[in-house]
């Protein structure tokens, strides 16, 4: 087939890390205690009750109208400190500056208002801030901070130390970084971006932020332990959901949530017309899947609800499984368990459940008759009628025992008069 003679432009790539972020990330759960829409998690909800009805209002006029004027160039770590960093006449300027268009008119005409007195205004600001930090946020911040550092330490050193996350596409990075297939309105964030931050977050599941900045997004998530995940992704994870798809029952049954909103069982089953047995096994197996979420309605029935996250998701584990990196890993790990049936084949029985892929030994047994067979099989490594220094043993050793005291097994040979040695220990040989 032909090649097009016209030229094709290049997906921009962009650097992946993770940063701690700690102000901004703060900042984040100060601003979801009133973001309604923002998945969070439940200190979040209990925190929002205990604002007054005017610190939830000062809060939503605050992030939605002044957020981008809260994150100066260089965020301090410590939030005391960045609030000192709010006194100058740096952050008034940015007040001015960064107010958008609102949806709420009557929330801008307070924030015009309030403009008038910009001092003030920053006066209220950072009372505000200061009262959320010492009264909601500081106790339950502490309780996360190592961790988060742990967290973002570790995902920097295993997984995007790795090379080909210093010129990844963007895309499949935000689907890396989200577990499940991002939405059209994530994907628009994505666009044109450089690098990627990642900033855990011990409230947000998952928002994703781009600060006025063209070439930076920064998504932030609470910790998933799929992000270090090493192993590939088997074709069973992706089969449940994809099995509960492959139904004409139950796609129907997505299609009527989908057009008529949230339905009780009751109504569900008179649409269809079916058995309340038949309708209630199949919305049973949406919900297994991720498809429908389910509620009570107060009395014996529930309430379903159409989720088209676990349609993202299932894209997800669909587009993941087919990637030529899983793949390939599926293929690696499928040879290594074939090498390792015939490794174990050939070695005596005792001795199957020690040894890995290449016949290292990768443990001492705790059985007296498991290391006697262990320190034959070790023996056999070495040449007969061959003498060896010590370090040439230490070598051998380490080539074929994962522990890392081989010191403890060259003992353990001599002492069973499988090695013998000189009597200064320069030189050993097969007994």
């Known amino acids: 087939m032909m090649q097009s003679p016209f030229a094709l432009s290049r997906a921009a790539t962009v650097t992946v890390r993770a940063t701690l972020a700690t102000v901004p990330s703060q900042l984040f759960s100060l601003w979801a205690l009133t973001a309604d829409t923002v998945p969070v998690d439940n200190w979040v909800t209990q925190a929002a009750t205990q604002l007054s009805p005017e610190e939830r209002r000062f809060n939503r006029l605050l992030f939605a109208l002044f957020g981008a004027a809260l994150l100066p160039p260089e965020a301090p770590t410590d939030f005391l400190t960045y609030l000192e960093t709010l006194q100058g006449a740096a952050f008034q300027a940015r007040l001015v500056e960064v107010m958008p268009e609102s949806d709420e008119p009557a929330l801008r005409a307070e924030a015009e208002a309030l403009l008038a007195d910009p001092v003030a205004l920053q006066q209220r600001i950072i009372a505000h801030l200061r009262h959320l930090w010492s009264a909601l946020l500081a106790a339950e911040w502490q309780r996360h901070a190592h961790l988060l550092s742990q967290m973002t330490s570790t995902l920097n050193e295993v997984i995007f130390s790795q090379p080909h996350w210093q010129a990844a596409d963007p895309f499949n990075v935000l689907r890396f970084l989200l577990q499940t297939e991002p939405d059209d309105r994530q994907l628009v964030q994505a666009a044109g971006v450089r690098q990627v931050l990642l900033v855990l977050s011990p409230h947000l599941h998952a928002h994703l932020a781009r600060f006025d900045q ?218």
């Open 214 to 431: 063209d070439a930076t997004l920064w998504v932030v998530r609470t910790f998933d332990p799929q992000l270090l995940r090493r192993d590939p992704l088997r074709r069973a994870e992706a089969l449940g959901p994809l099995h509960a798809l492959a139904d004409d029952t139950r796609l129907r049954i997505l299609e009527l949530l989908v057009e008529h909103g949230e339905q009780r069982a009751q109504e569900i089953i008179a649409r269809l017309a079916g058995s309340q047995g038949n309708v209630s096994r199949h919305l049973k197996q949406l919900v297994g899947a991720g498809f429908v979420r389910e509620r009570r309605a107060g009395d014996a029935n529930k309430l379903y609800t159409y989720d088209p996250a676990g349609l993202q998701r299932t894209m997800f584990l669909a587009r993941q499984l087919l990637s030529r990196h899983n793949v390939e890993a599926v293929g690696q790990e499928i040879a290594a368990a074939t090498q390792l049936d015939q490794v174990r084949a050939g070695a005596p029985p005792i001795l199957r459940d020690l040894l890995d892929e290449q016949g290292r030994v990768t443990r001492w047994p705790g059985k007296i008759k498991e290391q006697e067979a262990m320190l034959r099989y070790l023996l056999d490594k070495f040449e007969p009628e061959r003498s060896y220094s010590e370090q040439q043993v230490n070598e051998l050793l380490q080539q074929w025992h994962l522990d890392a005291d081989f010191v403890l097994v060259r003992r353990s040979l001599v002492d069973a008069g499988l090695l013998r040695r000189t009597r200064d220990g320069a030189r050993y040989w097969r007994a």
